[in-house]
């Protein structure tokens, strides 16, 4: 309890200095805030019927079809913070906006109102110096959630991440734990240009020590976050603004405070045996559509595995998959070069799986480009369900 009053103290302003800040910065930081807000009801995800989100057979892994109701995304993380924070008090969330405004994207709505002022904490605008608050409080025993109001906001902490955080509970020989969750939007969302639209699952996904996330469903985010804030090593957990407002399937089972999802561990959401398609974050929602396309139209039956985390990285799962099917995409947001990709193809070449490939594997990216502002160039700029659905048409017929 002193630490935790004591990290509050130290970032809660005055009363005096609110009153002195609010004529000058309030009003422009709420406009800035509404506006990035408004990107997500006008976000360019297909809303298709819900057979489109899980795939055809509604097949669910590690629940029951008992009780499915719809969730958002945003949902989703709201209410397995809350959740967490009730079982656990050494939980509590800092960052930019998240206790009087409710979060730039409301995804801590509420949370201030339920559990209060020490324990939901509004932070300056320094990511390196309120990252680095969280990695303390976690080394000091605490359960910190630390939200980014974008991930490429956190280059400004990246030395914060990747070396107080990432490496303190090796260097210790196992004895500091450092339970840190570093959550917020990742990758391309809408009109936001080339320095908020990158995705950083390659960067941390590369850093011995970090363990990082990128879930999809409003079930994945519920227990792939739990989870990710029980874990004793920090976690970098990347969301999609795109996704927020999306409503999936969700079951009373993924409904259950104690419901957790293992890190680390994929899931196939489509069966097939024709081409294997391993993808993460929004791009499961083009895969599973351009699946569907090409089963309908085509008769090819693509087996779609959404990784959920990127490190560790469930090879096991893909290489099972390709020893099935003979054929290997990956598809994925970010850049090409040193990408995701490219590693899950790298590991695919030097595992026995190498043997049952009938085809080179290929990597469907977002371009080699910064992102552009422009609409229509922006919508060259990221794979869609048409892109997907056309690679893998190409790949099968010249390699059948």
Not at 166 to 183: E, H, L, Q, W
Not at 198 to 225: E, F, M, N, T
Request: hydrophobic letters at 40%.
């Amino acid at each position: 309890m002193a630490s935790r009053a004591a990290l509050s103290k130290v970032l809660r302003p005055t009363s005096s200095s609110i009153r002195a800040l609010s004529s000058s910065s309030s009003a422009g930081s709420k406009i800035v805030s509404r506006n990035a807000l408004l990107t997500t009801p006008l976000a360019r995800v297909a809303r298709s019927e819900p057979k489109w989100l899980v795939g055809a057979e509604q097949r669910r892994a590690a629940s029951t079809e008992e009780g499915v109701t719809q969730m958002t995304v945003r949902e989703a993380l709201n209410s397995a913070m809350e959740e967490e924070m009730n079982r656990d008090e050494t939980v509590f969330i800092m960052g930019e906006e998240v206790a009087r405004y409710n979060g730039a994207y409301k995804i801590t709505k509420g949370l201030l109102d339920k559990f209060g002022e020490d324990r939901v904490i509004d932070t300056p605008i320094t990511e390196s110096g309120f990252a680095g608050m969280a990695v303390g409080a976690a080394l000091s025993g605490l359960r910190p959630v630390c939200e980014f109001m974008t991930w490429n906001f956190a280059m400004q902490a990246i030395d914060q991440i990747v070396n107080s955080g990432g490496k303190t509970y090796y260097m210790s020989g196992g004895n500091v734990p450092c339970p840190v969750t570093f959550r917020g939007p990742n990758g391309a969302a809408a009109g936001v240009a080339a320095q908020h639209s990158q995705d950083y699952s390659a960067w941390y996904g590369s850093v011995p020590g970090l363990k990082v996330i990128s879930p999809w469903s409003a079930a994945d985010c519920r227990g792939l976050l739990k989870a990710a804030i029980r874990d004793p090593n920090p976690v970098c957990f990347l969301e999609n603004e795109l996704l927020y407002g999306v409503s999936f399937p969700i079951t009373k089972e993924e409904l259950s405070e104690d419901f957790l999802l293992p890190i680390g561990k994929a899931k196939v959401e489509k069966e097939g045996s024709d081409v294997t398609v391993v993808t993460h974050s929004k791009m499961v929602t083009h895969s599973l559509e351009a699946a569907e396309l090409l089963e309908k139209n085509e008769g090819i039956k693509v087996e779609v595995v959404n990784l959920r985390s990127i490190r560790p990285l469930d090879i096991d799962t893909i290489i099972k998959s390709v020893k099935k099917t003979g054929h290997l995409v990956t598809v994925e947001g970010g850049f090409p070069a040193f990408g995701v990709g490219s590693e899950i193809i790298a590991q695919i070449c030097e595992s026995p799986a190498f043997d049952y490939l009938d085809a080179p594997p290929e990597r469907v990216t977002g371009a080699d480009v910064p992102t552009p502002y422009s609409e229509s160039l922006e919508h060259m700029a990221f794979p869609d369900t048409d892109i997907i659905a056309k690679v893998l048409k190409r790949h099968l017929c010249e390699w059948s």
